[in-house]
């Protein structure tokens, strides 16, 4: 027998497709370490039966793969190996890029062998196939785990999945998409492109847009029309069939160029008009707007965001307000009349009858509801969006409506929550980078320092690689 033939090892696989399968692999070792082994006689063959595999019933048959083998031999080739240790986590503010996470190991990596850093390299790596294999076939949700930036985005595939994914996955992408970061000559990142929606037309989001979900701060226009692009595309019956979210895009604008409810804009002195706003028309949908019994329109003025509700059938106006239980001066009634007058525009621009008509389409009334509201004064964007999710038009009973409202940590909580319902949602065409960089984040502190709205973390405190 020949010095290869004595470093050949034998081991039996079982194939689908025969008993037995003889599976040569080539172990080659040191000089140093071989050993004589003794010359085997050779048995002559002899027709038999292979004996089948004992199988209990009820069980299934497996088959070991050849990888499953081969770790095996170089488990038992390589008995020095060392199983690897977590590294201590990062604590400059509990936020690091997994990508840090072998550094620590880096110095005890160095004193090994070429040959044995090889091979335990090798095993690692079949011995974390294998436990991935293993638990695909165990469990099929869609649980956050450690993967390769190629396999994170795969894994959230339906608007259903969003649901599931875990909280520390939904505060790594508010890290990641909230977090402006400075450079030495003073510029920012907030023109990043973070996002396009899928809407009518593309719905663009920045940086800046998603930084408004931050703590204590006031949430941008963009970020409540991408909410009402995203609920308007929900494939449920409220939304489909009930409610339609008007994107407040256009209104904004409007009462830009229309301060105070001016009819006549002191800007062009002109009266509004809908076609003036040629950038905004693709985003409303003017199916949905003029066959839903009702209207939901988020307004923003002055920082201060309160919610219309239209009843289109009965040509019925409310107005509810986290902050107000009425309208807190004329100005603000003014400003009512005036947005009354963009909705029965809109409204008939898309096809549909408008609120009112002739001269008295300038005089519509909103009639406030009486509802617990805001308990800070930059909340009002996060109530206006949770709302169009939840009031209910026929529960509004004598000017009030009855709800259990949130506690602060729970609205806090919102913020986060509204940057994975953007980012993941499957309207965004930029998601599979946004779950890839949010999955790069490590959180190495507990979490729930980061909905506190006193926790103030920048771009210096996030440590990349």
């Not at 008995?79 to 997994?98: I, N, Q, R």
């Not at 649901?163 to 907030?190: F, H, P, V």
Request: aromatic share 10%; net charge negative.
């Amino acid at each position: 027998m020949s010095q290869a033939d004595s470093n050949m090892m034998v081991v039996r696989e079982q194939t689908p497709s025969d008993a037995l399968a003889i599976v040569p692999i080539q172990v080659f070792v040191p000089a140093s370490q071989t050993t004589t082994v003794p010359e085997l006689q050779e048995t002559p063959e002899t027709d038999f039966e292979p004996t089948p595999p004992l199988q209990i019933e009820g069980t299934t048959e497996t088959h070991p793969a050849a990888e499953d083998v081969a770790a095996l031999m170089m488990m038992a080739r390589t008995a020095s190996y060392v199983p690897k240790t977590d590294p201590v986590p990062s604590f400059s503010l509990g936020l690091t890029y997994s990508s840090q996470e072998g550094a620590s190991t880096q110095e005890t990596e160095r004193a090994k062998s070429p040959e044995t850093a090889n091979l335990l390299e090798q095993l690692d790596d079949l011995v974390q196939k294998i436990a991935s294999s293993a638990a695909k076939e165990k469990s099929k949700s869609p649980q956050i785990q450690r993967e390769t930036r190629g396999e994170s985005s795969g894994k959230f595939e339906t608007p259903e999945g969003i649901n599931q994914i875990t909280d520390d996955m939904k505060e790594k992408c508010y890290i990641w998409g909230t977090r402006l970061k400075t450079y030495a000559d003073g510029s920012t990142d907030e023109y990043d492109h973070m996002c396009t929606l899928m809407a009518q037309d593309n719905y663009i989001l920045f940086r800046m847009h998603l930084a408004s979900l931050q703590a204590e701060s006031y949430i941008e226009s963009e970020i409540v029309s991408a909410m009402c692009h995203i609920l308007n595309w929900k494939n449920d019956k409220r939304f489909q069939e009930q409610v339609y979210c008007l994107p407040p895009d256009i209104v904004s604008m409007a009462l830009s160029k229309h301060p105070k409810g001016e009819f006549i804009s002191p800007k062009t002195n002109k009266e509004f008009r809908v076609e003036d706003y040629p950038s905004f028309i693709p985003f409303i949908d003017a199916k949905k707007k003029t066959s839903h019994p009702y209207i939901f329109a988020p307004v923003c003025y002055s920082g201060h965001w309160w919610l219309w509700v239209i009843d289109t059938t009965k040509r019925r106006c409310r107005i509810l307000d986290p902050l107000h239980k009425k309208a807190p001066s004329d100005e603000r009634k003014q400003l009512n009349k005036f947005t009354g007058y963009v909705f029965s525009k809109l409204r008939a621009y898309a096809g549909g009858e408008p609120l009112q008509k002739d001269e008295k389409e300038k005089e519509i009334k909103a009639s406030y509801v009486k509802i617990s509201g805001q308990k800070s004064s930059y909340d009002c964007g996060i109530y206006v969006m949770k709302w169009l999710e939840l009031i209910e038009p026929e529960n509004i009973k004598k000017g009030k409506y009855e709800w259990d409202n949130w506690k602060q940590e729970e609205v806090d909580h919102y913020r986060v929550e509204y940057a994975s319902r953007i980012l993941f949602n499957e309207m965004n065409k930029e998601r599979d980078q946004a779950i890839r960089e949010s999955n790069a984040i490590r959180l190495s502190k507990p979490s729930s320092v980061l909905l506190s709205p006193f926790c103030q973390i920048n771009s210096a405190d996030i440590e990349t690689a």
